[in-house]
């Protein structure tokens, strides 16, 4: 292992800060993960980062994980005060990695059977798109479309939210006529959530196929998206509650999805 880094001006790290922007992201198709959680789930999927960085102060013992890719994986020490001003988090918990981001096709989404597909339509909170990816995965989504004005997935709040959701489904940004045209091509119903719904959530019949639109936090889903939906559901709420957050609507909805498919 080499020394200990103690420049800010090391390749590696500038390379670590540079993600920070999502141009530079899109440019390098890299991401960076920070946290044990994060980085040992995705290790534990097979996949290998570019680079691993670890902070000076931690013993190694912490991550096990790393164990059986010494020697073989591009692992780095840094000083304990240069690590924590390079990450993104305010709490790090001193270790960070650079992998490649997963390339998926639209078409991805539809290889298994009876295919359960999140459609994001402008969702814009990073934390809130990271949630939905990762309840996504838990619910046995098939995957996940990010229409434009949605945020980054690979934003790092996003990243932590989703707790390695992006190395489970496929996650494809496509236009909204793509998308469309593409489950008109298939039969596949877009469905969305509406409080004047005449149809609950749970009523519905979620073992076919189908594609469920969340919409904008605030602005909800949009006018060409709503035009094209072939059914709308309801999630009752208390009367005390006039909306649900939007990852918590999108988890009720999927949660319930896979409760029927189970029962089937």
Known sequence: MPSVIESAQNQYLKLYSSLKKRNIRDELN??????????SDVLSRGIVPQLILVREDVDMDKFPFLLPLLGNALIVRVAEKLFDR????????????????PSYALTDLFVGAAPLILVADAVQDPGNLGTMLRSAVAAGAAGAVLLPG????????TLRAAMGAHYAIPVVEAATAELLNELQSRQIPLVAAAATATITYDRFDWSASAAVVI????????????????????????????????AVAMSVIFFEAARQRRSR
Do not use: R
């Open 30 to 39: 890299l991401l960076p993960l920070e946290g044990v959680k994060l980085v």
């Open 150 to 157: 949605t945020v980054d997935s690979a934003n790092p709040k």
């Open 215 to 246: 919409g904008n936090e605030g602005a909800g889903v949009s006018p060409v998206v709503a035009e094209a939906a072939d059914a709308w559901l309801a999630i009752p709420l208390a009367t005390a509650v006039e909306s649900l957050n939007a």
């Open 86 to 101: 390079t990450a993104f988090t305010d709490s790090p918990q001193g270790i960070m990695a650079i992998t490649e981001k």
